[in-house]
């Protein structure tokens, strides 16, 4: 079975830009949460989304949306990037909307903003 | 933020000594917490969790104990490998919803 897949791997982008980033979550997961990670830093909550409506939102600005799919697949958006956007952002695909189902993570999308 | 941890500790063990991790979590509240391994280019995986009504949970080679008291979690490996080698976090987890808080994450070194 595939795991949690996201794309593209690495990619960067010029400040004031926009990106998006996807991710397919492993066949039969309905809840797909985002997460920023700055170098040496743990994971920083984004999202989540659970049967395509969001559960959940971090402290972030408002320059972040995300979205899921009829598929359960998802896209972050970050408009007018900056350039302390650069992270790993990385997809966590679940179950179910609660914590206890248990999360898999993909590999991430490294984002470099310069 | 949430997540603290600019300067990353280290732990360097010898292979086949043992490991402890330990982390201090934040809120009182939490009632579920994970170890998570992160290696080089990849994303965290999942080792092993705890609910808040238990103490202690063993899993093959390693060990979470829960000091609900002092706020603190403790990942113990058994023999370490020099595979164990990588960043591990600690996440806690609040009620009903699916928002993990991860502490500041440990870098295990293992020497062969």
């Known amino acids: 079975d595939a795991g949690v897949t996201q794309s593209p791997t690495h990619l960067i982008k010029t400040r004031g830009q926009h990106v998006t980033l996807r991710c397919s979550p492993i066949s039969g997961h309905k809840s797909v949460s985002w997460y920023q990670q700055v170098l040496g830093q743990g994971p920083q909550f984004i999202f989540q989304y659970y049967e395509k409506e969001e559960r959940g939102r971090g402290n972030f600005p408002d320059r972040f949306s995300a979205r899921q799919f009829p598929n359960y697949s998802s896209e972050l958006n970050v408009n007018a990037l900056l350039l302390g956007d650069s992270a790993l952002y990385l997809c966590?695909?679940?179950?179910?909307?609660?914590?206890?189902?248990?999360?898999?993570f993909g590999s991430g999308t490294r984002l470099t903003v310069v | 933020g949430e997540s603290v941890g600019l300067h990353l500790p280290t732990l360097s063990v010898q292979e086949g000594d043992n490991s402890i991790i330990n982390c201090a979590y934040s809120n009182s509240a939490s009632d579920y917490f994970i170890w998570y391994k992160q290696e080089s280019g990849k994303g965290p995986q999942f080792i092993i969790d705890?609910?808040?009504?238990?103490d202690k949970r063993q899993g093959q080679r390693v060990t979470v104990l829960l000091n609900k008291t002092v706020k603190h979690l403790s990942l113990q490996i058994a023999a370490t490998q020099p595979g164990d080698s990588a960043v591990y976090f600690c996440?806690?987890?609040?009620?009903?919803?699916?928002?993990?808080?991860f502490g500041q994450g440990t870098e295990l070194s293992v020497k062969p």
């Open positions: 966590a695909s679940s179950l179910g909307a609660k914590a206890h189902y248990g999360y898999t």
């Open positions: 705890i609910r808040s009504n238990m």
């Open positions: 996440a806690e987890n609040v009620g009903q919803g699916g928002k993990l808080i």
